[in-house]
């Protein structure tokens, strides 16, 4: 297959500037969609200091509470989402994804969740923000304009390899009556594939999955390593949604790279796992 994904690479991801200091990023085939707000965060903003410094979004990363809590609501009112109408996976690298309703509303940032192991939510909800957690692993944004449903996946090696996007779609399918050729997909950023090094065993876990012109594309051996090798998440995930039944126009991959604009956004691999936390968000209208 003649891969055309890197064609919807260029200009598609805009940074946003909010009076209260907050910059995200935004994804422009959403925009014109007209039904979604979409955002990925960036450092810039908030209250956070040192390695978490300054929009940290992850609670999980040792920063004090009280300042991630402040960040996401610096970060709600940046895109015009209400904290209590967030509601967060709880990501742990697997491949599920489950339907969250109003009844999750502020599940993962205000209050506890009642979900465990879930690294995909979909809803048709709309004023329902959606959220996951990324610090190098690929945020995954499916929209169906056609059936108000929205999905946002954590997709890093493990839910890459588990098809996480697929099974999201699957969800969307079962769930709302989505039709997957009405779907845009957005692989937003994340580590690249020039950047994101691996060894042999998850090497062997993707030369296994992807066979042929895809497996050039998605792993590779990387020159004058022994026993290393390139993953491309973007790659992959790009043929995971093929594989989902989207159709090649509707997919979109961002050339943001985390790990080569570290000043800019939470790299795990940059910083050596010393680093705060960024969120996707996408909610319907
Ligand atoms: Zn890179």
């Known amino acids: 297959m003649n891969l055309n994904y890197i064609k919807n690479r260029e200009r598609m991801t805009e940074m946003k500037n909010a009076d209260n200091g907050v910059a995200y990023l935004t994804f422009s085939p959403l925009n014109k969609l007209n039904c979604v707000v979409n955002a990925f965060s960036t ?3 908030g209250f956070s200091d040192g390695i978490y410094s300054t929009l940290n979004l992850n609670f999980n990363q040792g920063d004090d509470i009280e300042k991630v809590n402040k960040n996401f609501e610096a970060m709600g009112e940046a895109i015009g989402v209400a904290v209590e109408n967030m509601v967060m996976a709880h990501q742990t690298h697997t491949a599920n994804v489950m339907r969250v309703t109003k009844d999750n509303s502020g599940m993962g940032i205000i209050r506890e969740r009642n979900y465990h192991d879930i690294d995909g939510i979909v809803t048709n909800e709309p004023g329902l923000c959606l959220v996951t957690s990324h610090a190098d692993c690929i945020p995954l944004y499916f929209v ?10 954590h997709s890093g090696w493990k ?17 709302f009556g989505t039709d997957p050729k009405d779907v845009i997909g957005i692989i937003g950023p994340g580590i ?8 042999q065993d998850v090497a062997d876990v993707f030369t296994e999955k992807y066979k042929g012109e ?3 594309k998605v792993v590779r051996p990387e020159v004058g390593k022994e026993g290393k090798y390139l993953l491309d ?3 992959a995930n790009c043929y995971n949604m093929l594989d989902a039944g989207l159709t090649e126009k509707n997919i979109y991959v961002s050339d943001v790279c985390t790990m080569e604009n570290s000043e800019l956004l939470f790299s795990h691999r940059a910083s050596k ?4 936390g960024l969120c996707a968000f996408l909610m319907l209208k």
């Open 43 to 45: 450092r810039v903003g």
């Open 144 to 153: 169906d304009p056609v059936r108000n449903a929205i999905g946002l996946s």
């Open 159 to 175: 839910g890459t390899a588990g098809n996480i996007a697929k099974n999201t779609v699957e969800l969307m399918k079962n769930e």
């Open 192 to 199: 690249c594939g020039e950047c994101y090094e691996i060894g």
């Open 214 to 216: 895809e497996q050039l």
């Open 233 to 235: 998440l973007h790659a």
């Open 273 to 276: 796992g010393k680093r705060g």
